[in-house]
């Protein structure tokens, strides 16, 4: 069963890539894609989706030769070494972690621009005043 939704999901992300409705110049960008395509099975729990899109992203990677790095490959070179690295490193799981979170909305993006908003406000206000204090304190020495 796991083998046939492995194909399935491989060839959803795959065709996305060559039609172009999948951005493929980047590893973050693949696995946000991978991640949205496995929302679409929902019997899937979150750490088998995890697994299953190491899986497919490996094999859409080293393509229909099964090498990285030859002429079939749809992937470009240097997202496939982000992508080694990132699997490498077992980032993918961290990554997808915070994609799921995202989708869920456990962040709340409009708080922490209006947070940022805040602190800019107060850095326009603040550092010409800390500039013209730290100036004049080094005039006197």
């Known amino acids: 069963m796991e083998?046939?939704?492995v194909e399935k999901i491989t060839l959803m992300l795959k065709e996305g890539i060559i039609n172009g409705d999948v951005a493929s110049d980047s590893p973050m960008k693949l696995i946000a894609?991978?991640?949205?395509?496995m929302q679409t099975f929902p019997n899937l729990k979150g750490d088998?989706?995890?697994?299953?899109?190491?899986k497919v992203i490996e094999r859409i990677a080293a393509g229909a030769?099964?090498?990285?790095?030859?002429s079939d490959d749809i992937i470009p070179a240097p997202v496939v070494e982000g992508l080694k690295t990132m699997l490498e490193k077992d980032l993918i799981?961290?990554?997808?972690?915070?994609?799921?979170?995202?989708?869920?909305?456990d962040f709340n993006l409009n708080k922490a621009?209006?947070?940022?908003?805040?602190?800019?406000?107060?850095?326009?206000?603040?550092?010409?005043?800390?500039?013209k204090c730290f100036k004049?304190?080094?005039?006197d020495m």
């Open 3 to 5: 083998s046939i939704i």
């Open 33 to 37: 894609k991978g991640m949205e395509i």
């Open 48 to 54: 088998d989706k995890e697994k299953l899109l190491v």
């Open 65 to 70: 030769d099964g090498i990285v790095g030859t």
């Open 93 to 105: 799981g961290d990554v997808a972690g915070v994609i799921k979170s995202a989708f869920k909305g």
């Open 113 to 131: 621009k209006e947070v940022a908003m805040d602190i800019a406000k107060v850095g326009k206000t603040c550092v010409p005043s800390l500039i």
């Open 136 to 139: 004049s304190k080094t005039k």
